[in-house]
């Protein structure tokens, strides 16, 4: 059964990018709760992904929109608050890319321009889009943003990369835009870090089935999927999260709190 709490609110989710992507299935709880959406993506994961049919089976509008690019972020903000006649509700940030990772670098012999590409892309980007936001008075009162993130930001996760460290900083961003955004707009900024999750992005991390494994055997209630970080994600942009702002959200099945499971003491007997 779908409860309607997101009836008459509007946002933009970004980084869908297949039926595998946390942003698409958001997309889909999103309309199932009530809500309306503008679906984004850069125009080169337009090329490579399926979000055309997302938008065709959600009747969404898919704007092309670099997220680096502040000029193409006004005119996406534009577009969005033209296409719904009023103002922003939520809006979820998605995206992750390190070209060191893809490129199989070791964090000890990094391409920095890479990495600087990466950092702009993964987090930067996020600093970026609430500017936007914040300058043209785009959300209305309450209104929350969230940006999803992962539990590497704050413990090491070796095969992870840069991408730790990009995580980290959209999660000090978060924080600090968040404050601003909440004195001056009553706008709700926080972070959700997910279970590790099969995705396209996460394709890329070397060993990444070792950590879903790992990940399953610590949390005692077992990894969170794609499927409850979007219903998760729909709660947060309801009227139920209306004082919670400044968070990193652990969505991750108790994981981030137990030190060592029976389940791992076992395995190593």
Not at 77 to 91: A, L, N, T, Y
Not at 105 to 127: C, E, P, Q, R
Not at 140 to 169: C, H, V
């Amino acid at each position: 059964m779908s409860y309607k709490i997101l009836e008459g609110k509007k946002g933009i989710v970004f980084g869908a990018l297949d039926q595998n992507s946390i942003a698409w299935k958001t997309a889909e709880a999103i309309i199932e709760a009530g809500g309306e959406i503008v679906l984004t993506n850069a125009p080169v994961a337009l090329r490579m992904g399926t979000v055309n049919e997302l938008a065709e089976k959600i009747n969404a509008p898919l704007i092309s929109a670099d997220a680096t690019s502040i000029s193409d972020l006004e005119n996406l903000i534009k577009k969005s608050i033209s296409h719904f006649g009023g103002k922003i509700d939520f809006v979820l940030h998605s995206i992750g890319m390190s070209v060191n990772v893809r490129k199989g670098k070791h964090y000890t012999d990094l391409n920095h321009d890479w990495m600087t590409k990466g950092w702009d892309i993964s987090a930067v980007s996020f600093h970026k889009l609430m500017q936007t936001l914040f300058k043209m008075n785009a959300m209305n009162e309450w209104g929350s943003i969230i940006a999803l993130t992962y539990i590497a930001a704050q413990r090491t996760f070796p095969n992870y990369n840069d991408m730790a460290d990009n995580k980290a900083y959209l999660e000090s961003i978060a924080r600090s835009f968040g404050y601003f955004f909440g004195k001056e707009k009553k706008v709700r900024v926080n972070t959700i870090s997910q279970s590790p999750t099969l995705t396209k992005a996460g394709e890329g991390v070397k060993g990444l089935e070792g950590f879903l494994k790992y990940a399953e055997k610590m949390s005692p209630l077992g990894n969170a999927s794609a499927e409850d970080c979007a219903k998760y994600t729909v709660m947060m942009f309801s009227d139920y999260s209306k004082k919670v702002t400044l968070q990193n959200l652990f969505h991750d099945g108790g994981f981030s709190n137990v030190g060592v499971s029976q389940d791992i003491i076992d395995s190593l007997d």
